[in-house]
């Protein structure tokens, strides 16, 4: 039995934006490529007040929508939150209404345990403050939700009446009804809890039949009631007490007459608890029509919770509003990673992306950790996010229709399954080709460079032309085979940009700024260098580059460009010269150093 599942849904493929496992993992949405959740899209935006908001936020990272009436209402709910400053309030009471849809699984499974109906309870008292805080909005789809999330005073004084205010863990535990609910359970607990009165009494009696002024009556779990006596007055002892233990100073004994009471008030505490378990039943059953009402009140907390979220995140990040079009084109100003930007110590700098029907892929080169996935994915994430209903971490945005969502970034080999990365590679891309339609956004990041030269830039080309030509999907292409560059020329609605990159003596300093046209190189040896590659590596790699390329033909009518001069290279002993100081050696390390600079030379 599901008594929680309500209905069944069919979702057809045209009500979302797809996309596969490998595009959810690539833009890491709700796990890191490492399979975490730190600096992934829900860690920043997910500053939800419920667990069922955060649930729901998850699910339409995970399930981005087309439908462009719910998407509008969902920017047009989150504007109104914003102009009217009301998110801030909305998220301070709705934290005091926890997750209410887990408690409902629970109780229509009849598990609920009694802090599941306290919390319940507290979730009911914020519901008429949430109804007058939203009760003048004018807004269409806030007074919807508003009247979704509808109030239970019944149920609410039902709560207040029946469960005590802070109740034990489990109802076998007993002390969860609240006196004053049931007068047969009062009377029994009466009953059970008069015994401290009663024993006192027994006390103060037995101390003046028997003399012995250090008598006491106790009782524990194993044995019951019992009298006890210090060893040294046990010789007062009368003779009608039966002993019952002997400790290593005293003697515990018992009478007819607390053998009964202990009967009786054992008894009753069997009762009480029988009779509150016999209660706690009955009152899950008088919650459990209301079930539906609920589950529908809490599905419009939740949706509140994340729109809530979504205008404090857009206020507090920065984030604009996107138009949805119809034509097709994604046109975007000032675009920014909504996770990189949020874990740079230096400011994000900003880069816009023009694809429309005459300019559907673009051709991205530049050095490596020049940006060039970064740009990728925020293209992805900025349209995912607009799907969502978000607003977007861009100056603007014109996002057209999208059915499907592709990446092809990073390499990983899958060796339990027996694929190396290159198969990986080439698994991914065959899944796009064989799937993108020309309303798909699709990222191709290094095509074919797991294999040799020729075969990856041969693959690579055929991919890109396969794209732009047969299937027509808004691509972002970016490559390190320059030869790639020339498609342009030779294909309509292509176009080359690039991530540039400056030079400094043996430094490189990256730009991040996106910019018409080919890149002129790749900086390959300088980011080696930076990664800390040795120097007599680099300095052999240079030689080796200069060799290659004077040694490559070159098609015809084309020029090899300008060599780079490279700065000379120091000889390691130069180095360590200059980093000598005379004055600070003895004799024995100066002459240490002598013979280490011979060994060197």
Known sequence: ALPHIRSVRLEQPDHAVIMDA???????????????????????????????GSRLLKRWIHQPIRDRVILKGRQSTIHTLIEQNLYDELGNLLRQVGDVE???????????????????????????????????????AVQQLAERASTFPELLSLLECAVMEVPPVLIRDGGVIRDGFNQELDELRDLANGATASLARIEEREKTLTGINTLKVGYNRVHGFYIEVSRANSHLVPAHYIRRQTLKNNERYIIDELKKYEDKVLTAQAQALALEKRLYEELLDTLLPHLGDLQESAAALAELDVLANLAERAESLDYRCPTLIDEDQILIEAGRHPVVEQVMSDPFIANPIRLERDRRMLIITGPNMGGKSTYMRQTALIVLLAHIGAFVPADSA???PIDRIFTRIG??????????TFMVEMTETANILNNATARSLVLMDEIGRGTSTYDGLSLAWACAEQLASKIGAYTLFATHY???????????????????????????????????????????????????VPKSVIHQARHKLAELESATPLPAGETRPT????????????????????????????????????QML
């Open 22 to 52: 490998a595009t959810r993992r690539n833009l890491e949405l709700t796990q890191n490529l490492a399979g975490g959740y730190e600096n992934t899209l829900a860690e920043v935006l997910d500053r939800t007040a419920t667990p069922m």
């Open 102 to 140: 887990r408690v409902l699984a629970r109780l229509a499974l009849r598990s609920a345990r009694p802090r599941d109906l306290t919390r319940l309870r507290q979730a009911f008292a914020q519901l008429p403050e949430l109804q007058r805080l939203l009760a003048d909005n004018q807004h269409e």
């Open 398 to 400: 014109r996002i057209g």
């Open 411 to 420: 390499a990983s080999d899958d060796l339990a399954s027996g694929r190396s």
């Open 482 to 532: 320059f030869e790639l560059t020339r498609l342009p020329e030779l294909i309509e609605g292509l176009a080359n940009v690039h991530l540039d990159a400056v030079e400094h003596g043996d430094t490189i300093a990256f730009m991040h700024a996106v910019q018409e046209g080919a890149a002129s190189r790749s900086y390959g040896l300088q980011v080696a260098a930076l990664a800390g």
């Open 563 to 598: 060599p780079v001069t490279l700065a000379p290279q120091p000889h390691p002993v130069v180095e360590e010269l200059e980093a000598v100081r005379p004055d600070e050696l003895t004799p024995r390390q100066a002459l240490d150093l002598l013979y280490r600079l011979k």
